[in-house]
């Protein structure tokens, strides 16, 4: 069952994010091949840690903690909306709070349920 996530989660993601320094974001080509077939006009990496990065700003952003990835680290999975459209997204935080890793950016796969 979805929770708020950690504040402190969010800011150090979203802070990363809006860097858009790519040594400190690993964006599976998964994720990016699958946020383009959404979005075909949004294909530069900085689109889509834009669009991440915003929902991260909102205290009453749920979703759930995903501890069983293969990479230590914090992962939360979560639905947002963008441009009109929901958006599932997996995103892990590694130790020392530097580097991300996009896991998914997709449409939920579930409806709008994680």
Same mark, same amino acid.
């Given at each position: 069952? =979805?929770?708020?996530? =950690? ?16 040594? @400190? ?44 990835? @293969? !990479? =230590?680290?914090?992962?939360? !999975?979560?639905?947002?909306?963008? !441009? ?12 020392? @709070? ?17």
């Amino acid at each position: 069952m =979805p929770h708020p996530i =950690p504040a402190d989660w969010r800011s150090a993601v979203r802070s990363i994010l809006k860097r858009g320094d790519m040594r @400190n974001i690993l964006l599976r080509k998964d994720a990016r091949k699958d946020w383009q077939d959404m979005f075909p006009d949004q294909g530069y990496d900085y689109q889509i840690l834009d669009a991440l990065a915003t929902p991260l700003t909102d205290s009453s952003l749920m979703g759930n903690l995903k501890p069983n990835m @293969n !990479e =230590p680290g914090t992962t939360y !999975e979560f639905i947002f909306q963008h !441009e009109s459209r929901s958006v599932y997204a997996k995103i892990n935080l590694l130790p020392g @709070n530097k580097i991300v890793i996009i896991y998914s950016a997709h449409r939920p796969l579930k409806g709008n349920t994680l």
